[in-house]
């Protein structure tokens, strides 16, 4: 067998799965399924089917999402630079798109970190309504945030909070909540062997307490008619149908809604749950709440092209109601809302406070304007509220009060900050941008080297011709550098020469 399973997990396997279980095991030594998820913020589906590089074929439960070969390596690609698509496991598509995100949806994503599963909301969205980003771990948060702003998302917040602390700043806010709960991690054992190895150490019991505080405080933090969705990638009961049905009977104003038929995903398997696993004493209200556990889906690695996954869709009974996401406030967030290391970074790279004297909110505000003036083709589209972190600017979908006193890692769309009075753009904001939203434009080639050069930081030697500039605005100033028409990043050109602005942390390694 390619992979070492542990013996306790095989003998709970074989005792659940009885006639299915040798083909269960059979399918450890098939190979694993390599997957990307288009980014319909930047390119459509048919556009991309059209551009791709690779051979695409359809995953059945997700309309953006492709299986491609595994030897494959997408991450080696310009348009991966450009966040056209994202690197994600087949069966992790699933939960996001169970929640059948609107655009104008209130969306928390609970427990985010890498960022695969908010990137695809954020896409469902397509800059209306609010995605906020959460993960308990600061190291993980760093990801995250990357995640966000290499996709391009503007109207996202990115915490760094527990779920506690954020139901009693947003409670009954959200009408769609994703939870891709920590657990044992058993269905990944195929694509992870590590996560084979420490099995043991990630016990069955912990991750259930975990899960059933993850949820209560979900319950909080939804509005009257919202969903919850709920996910694992573990097939232990205990923490798939035992933690729904456990919900469901302290929560008698939620139904399971039934996963589409044409995904072809398993129903869940309430009958592999005793009396004793629901911790409480067996009634009557129990054994409804378990039943109604055969409505959630389980993703079989020896059924579907994919590993293993649980997912339950959680709806509110009550009626739906509208909550407010977009009232003006132009006054910066309180310093209890950002985290130490991004108060340093307000004031500079380096850590160091500035003597002078801080500018004025309208010197900032005028130096932003003149850079869009003078650089965009006029404010972006979905722009939000300005925030400002000491002299870094971010464009915020939400009230700044509202993130007053949570560990905020990002509260917008991070655009640039003022330096010597003037505006200097950041790499979140190219990333973001559209072609024609740029005052200039340098389209280069995916099949040249001209692109992964510029991904690797070097300067370019660029002839004044091929600049594409709006009506009225000189060639020399920065440049929204392209791949086959999709943002890559900054340069500043100037008599034949793109100086490139790329940042460091973000170049072709």
Not at 177 to 197: N, V
């Amino acid at each position: 067998m390619a992979v070492s399973l542990p013996p306790l997990f095989l003998d709970r396997m074989q005792r659940l799965l009885k006639d299915e279980y040798n083909a269960f095991l059979a399918s450890y030594e098939k190979p694993r399924f390599a997957g990307i998820r288009v980014n319909t913020l930047k390119i459509s589906r048919d556009a991309f089917f059209t551009l791709s590089p690779f051979s695409l074929r359809p995953v059945p439960w997700c309309e953006t999402g492709f299986y491609i070969d595994e030897g494959l390596k997408p991450g080696k690609h310009p348009y991966y630079h450009a966040g056209l698509y994202y690197i994600q496991e087949p069966s992790a598509m699933a939960p996001a798109e169970a929640l059948d995100v609107q655009p104008g949806d209130r969306v928390l994503d609970l427990c985010a970190a890498p960022g695969g599963k908010s990137t695809q909301i954020a896409a469902r969205l397509q800059g209306e309504g609010l995605l906020v980003t959460n993960d308990i771990s600061a190291e993980r948060t760093k990801a995250l945030a990357k995640n966000i702003e290499l996709y391009g998302v503007r109207n996202a917040i990115v915490l760094n909070e527990t779920p506690e602390r954020i139901a009693k700043a947003f409670p009954h806010f959200f009408n769609k909540i994703l939870i891709d709960a920590p657990c044992s991690g058993e269905g990944m054992f195929r694509k992870d062997e590590d996560m084979a190895r420490q099995w043991e150490k990630h016990s069955v019991e912990k991750c259930s307490l975990m899960q059933r505080d993850i949820l209560q405080s979900a319950a909080r933090l939804l509005s009257p008619g919202g969903t919850i969705v709920y996910s694992t990638c573990t097939f232990a009961p205990e923490e798939d149908e035992g933690q729904i049905a456990s919900f469901l009977k302290q929560h008698e104003d939620f139904e399971v809604i039934p996963l589409p038929e044409a995904w072809g995903i398993a129903s869940g398997r309430p009958e592999w749950l005793q009396p004793s696993d629901l911790d409480t004493e067996w009634t009557q209200a129990d054994q409804e709440a378990l039943a109604r556990t055969a409505d959630t889906g389980r993703l079989w690695p020896h059924r579907i092209e994919g590993e293993g996954h649980f997912v339950a869709v959680l709806r509110h009974t009550g009626e739906a109601h509208e909550a407010t996401t977009d009232k003006a406030v132009n006054e910066s967030v309180k310093p209890g809302a950002v985290r130490r290391k991004e108060q340093a970074a307000a004031r500079g790279r380096g850590g160091k406070r500035d003597s002078r004297q801080a500018p004025s909110q309208d010197e900032l505000l005028r130096a932003w304007k003149h850079f869009c003036d003078n650089h965009l083709a006029g404010q972006p589209e979905h722009a939000g509220h300005p925030v400002w972190f000491g002299s870094q600017l971010y464009l915020a979908p939400l009230e700044a009060e509202r993130l007053s006193g949570l560990k905020t890692v990002r509260p917008g769309w991070y655009v640039g900050s003022v330096k010597n009075g003037r505006f200097v753009p950041a790499q979140p904001l190219a990333a973001a941008l559209r072609p024609e939203e740029a005052g200039r434009v340098l389209k280069l080639s995916s099949e040249e080297g001209e692109a992964v050069r510029y991904l690797k930081g070097e300067t370019l030697q660029v002839p004044q011709e091929r600049l594409q500039c709006q009506a009225g605005m000189e060639a020399k100033g920065y440049i929204l550098v392209c791949v086959d028409g999709y943002s890559l990043g900054w340069g500043k050109w100037q008599d034949g020469m793109l100086k490139n602005e790329y940042p460091p942390g973000w170049r072709w390694q």
